[in-house]
């Protein structure tokens, strides 16, 4: 089955979603923003005002590690949409950080993983990286409504349901609510230069990944992972800046950006 990753939240009386992988069979859904427009509406030129982000929680403390390594379970799921080898599962560091380059067709967007917030995560996406599996992919998926600002990347699909063919756990921030889960419910903001996994649902993370270039409003079940560098920010911004297909806030890019190499 194909694999989608639906984020939802509420933000205020609206709905939005962000979504990734998982066994789902519904139409992708990226963060769902507030807009009605579809693919084909005409662009409009009514600028809605900014989201008052105060009212909303901060992303919590990163949890120190108990280990210097962890175990992480990969358990398999079907079709990939692109073949490759599952990660390593015994002795995964949680120390450390990875320095990446997404070379895209828009600009080099550099990220920087870090093992402390998401030690399976970093390890699931360094092996994918090493295996070639986001060469040639596009970022299908563009949200430009105020409180959601992301553009989502990693299904060599290209239908926002690929996966790698095989899921893994939430990791940080949900993490950091393992006393008090009712909170985790909460929307909090992921500031401008978060690196976040997008999914369907708990525990259902594979390929699909999103990039935060304004401050945004979700719930912190999205494993954050990483940062994005002032250079690749950068290129965001121009991305953004040329808006999404058919005038709409949630979409495709309009200028199409594939990622050439991630390495």
């Not at 066994?23 to 427009?37: F, I, L, N």
């Amino acid at each position: 089955m194909k694999r989608l990753f639906p984020l939802a939240i509420t933000v205020s009386a609206a709905a939005m979603m962000l979504a990734g992988c998982s066994s789902s069979t519904e139409p992708d859904a990226v963060p769902a923003t507030t807009s009605t427009a579809s693919s084909t509406a005409t662009p409009t030129t009514t600028q809605r005002p900014a989201l008052d982000l105060s009212r909303f929680g901060v992303l919590p403390p990163v949890p120190l590690p108990t280990t210097d390594v962890v175990s992480c379970a990969y358990p398999a799921e079907s079709p990939a949409a692109k073949e490759v080898n599952p990660p390593p599962t015994d002795n995964v560091d949680v120390f450390g950080t990875v320095d990446v380059t997404l070379s895209t067709t828009a600009g080099p967007i550099d990220i920087t993983l870090d093992r402390t917030q998401a030690p399976c995560t970093v390890n699931s996406v360094v092996s994918l990286v090493d295996q070639g599996y986001f060469d040639g992919s596009p970022c299908h998926r563009l949200t430009t409504s105020p409180g959601l600002e992301v553009l989502q990347c990693g299904d060599p699909s290209g239908s926002g349901r690929g996966g790698p063919g095989y899921s893994f756990a939430n990791e940080y921030p949900t993490t950091a609510y393992v006393d008090n889960p009712e909170q985790a419910q909460n929307p909090v903001v992921y500031p401008r230069g978060t690196l976040a996994m997008a999914n369907a649902g708990p525990d259902t993370n594979g390929s699909q990944f999103f990039l935060v270039y304004a401050d945004s409003v979700l719930p912190p079940q999205y494993t954050v992972f990483g940062t994005i560098s002032e250079s690749g920010l950068q290129t965001l911004d121009a991305i953004a800046a040329g808006g999404v297909t058919g005038g709409s806030e949630d979409g495709a890019p309009a200028n199409a950006v594939i990622v050439q190499s991630a390495a």
